[in-house]
């Protein structure tokens, strides 16, 4: 470990502080720690950008923050002696204000390194210099920044979703080499105001990556540095900057006092609805089925209008899950478990599963209409179904087999928009189905395509139809013409 040593108090020989820097050149003495250096680009529209040198942020015994910079043509010169966390001292340097934009320091003014620099790395440790200082601003300072480019400030929150997947799930975070992979989007609750949109880009990126597949329990704060307040679509959203950090949880500070806070407000950590948060795309089945062969595995949600053909019978129409989390609960050998919650006496709570065979203008496949999605589509929960079961035919609903409810054979023919969330495992899946998490609204199917003239011979039948949409037993002919019957009546 580093021995620490006081900064002399000398007059003679006190380092020169950020907050006394004139612009212009200076040849005094100023002593600091490194905190982070980054690389300095100029962007190119359709390119990489131009590399103009290294940015560095720094801090003095003071806690005041400067910005620094390594000109390309001197980045060879320096940036091998360069290590965060380390204590430097540098004379004769030029103090420049033609920086206007993304300010990440307090001193307006940044030190940059000339011709005439001496930068030298002192080996011990400087007990007076903090190691880290943050500027961290609420949502009502980020909404009265947005879109000025100015100063670049901290944000942190607990996380609500991660990529569109909520935390009782471990998000599942793409790693692939390709352009989906250089952004990942956060939903961040800060105390102050609504869940805000953030959004994470390359070095951030894989920071953030390498950190959360670390932890051993799924993360819950998150902080990010220097991000940058825009509005899109009309909301305030944060994007990191080529300066940003990314620290979970126990690493600093402010994240173990924001966890504090969490113990302390317990309903702050309430979950969120991924459906309602999330902005999905109007897409076909076809569409679905070419983003999944062209895309890396992630979680996306688009929505799809389909008609309801057929509703499949012989399978559970219904899942025990965990009332907290919705995760299917295992048995144990008195009480049930959830293998999300880590509950041992967790509370059961009935949920839909329920397999259906639609169609649009061009494609057919299943849908497994999930959870609120069967209680939107019907009217009703998935209990008040079973409990009604259970009244009419007497006997304990846990003996009792409860067969499909009257109330989806009745859907048949309906056209709905449905909410689908693709997930990893459709990526591998050889059947087409996706699960529908909402039903977003009634609707009808768009007008057709004109057909492509078919080549002779290539009639399908309607029973390799039947076979195409899934397999199993469908809803028989006597429910339909039931159905049937009762409307026309």
């Known amino acids: 470990m580093a021995k620490k040593t006081a900064i002399l108090t000398g007059e003679a020989s006190s380092p020169l502080l950020f907050r006394h820097v004139s612009p212009g050149p200076g040849d005094s003495a100023m002593q600091f720690r490194l905190i982070h250096f980054w690389e ?33 043509s001197r980045r060879n010169q320096y940036e ?30 940044v030190i940059c390194i000339s011709h ?44 609500k979703l991660v990529d569109g997947q909520p935390l009782h799930q471990r998000p599942v975070l793409c790693t692939k080499d390709d352009s989906a992979s250089r952004k990942v ?12 949109n953030v959004y994470l880009w390359d070095e951030a990126v894989e920071n953030f990556r390498v950190k959360f597949d670390a932890c051993a329990a799924t993360p819950t704060v998150l902080l990010v540095t220097t991000v940058n307040p825009k509005r899109l679509g009309g909301k305030l959203c944060l994007s990191s900057m080529s300066s940003s950090r990314v620290f979970l949880d126990e690493e600093v500070d402010p994240t173990k006092e924001y966890l504090t806070w969490l113990t302390m407000n317990p309903g702050a950590t309430s979950s969120i609805n991924s459906v309602e948060v999330v902005k999905a795309e109007t897409l076909t089945i076809s569409e679905i089925a070419a983003f999944i062969k062209r895309e890396p595995a992630k979680v996306a949600y688009f929505d799809c209008i389909a008609t309801i053909d057929d509703v499949k019978l012989g399978t ?32 059961a709570v009935a949920n839909y599963r329920v397999e259906m065979f639609v169609y649009d203008n061009e494609e057919q496949c ?31 609903g846990a003996e009792l087999e409860v067969p499909l409810p009257q109330c989806f054979i009745d859907t048949i023919g309906q056209t709905k928009k449905f909410r689908i969330k693709v997930a990893p495992y459709n990526f591998t899946s050889s059947r087409q189905s996706f699960t529908a998490t909402k039903i977003v609204s009634s609707a009808v199917l ?24 899934g397999g199993g037993t469908s809803a028989t002919d ?3 013409k039931a159905k049937r019957i009762k409307r026309s009546g």
């Open 316 to 347: 559970d129409w219904y899942y025990i899950a965990c009332k907290d989390c919705q995760t299917k609960l295992n048995c144990g050998p008195t009480t049930l478990l959830c293998p999300t919650c880590g509950n041992e006496n967790a509370t």
């Open 478 to 480: 006597d429910q339909k």
């Open 116 to 159: 005439a620099s001496e930068l030298t790395k002192v080996e011990e440790d400087i007990e007076g210099i903090l190691t880290e200082r943050f500027r961290i601003h609420s949502f009502a300072d980020f909404e009265a920044n947005c879109d000025l480019r100015g100063d670049l400030h901290d944000a942190v929150g607990h996380l």
């Open 366 to 396: 299943t849908f497994i209409i999930l959870g609120d999605a069967g209680k939107e589509l019907t009217g009703r929960k998935a209990t008040e179904l079973i409990d009604t079961y259970v009244e009419e035919n007497g006997g304990d």
């Open 446 to 469: 768009p007008p057709k395509k004109p057909p492509l003239e078919a080549p002779p011979g290539t009639e399908v039948e309607n029973s390799e139809l039947a076979e195409s949409s």
């Open 40 to 72: 300095a680009r100029k962007n190119v529209k359709g390119g990489p950008g131009i590399i103009l040198g290294i940015e560095m942020l720094m801090i003095d015994a003071e806690g005041t923050l400067a910005q620094g910079f390594i000109g390309q």
């Open 185 to 196: 989007m956060v939903h961040l609750q800060l105390k102050d105001g609504p869940v805000i």
């Open 80 to 109: 091998k002696e360069l290590k965060r966390g380390s204590i430097y001292t540098l004379t004769n340097y030029y103090a420049s204000n033609s920086k206007v934009m993304y300010h990440v320091a307090d001193q307006r003014l």
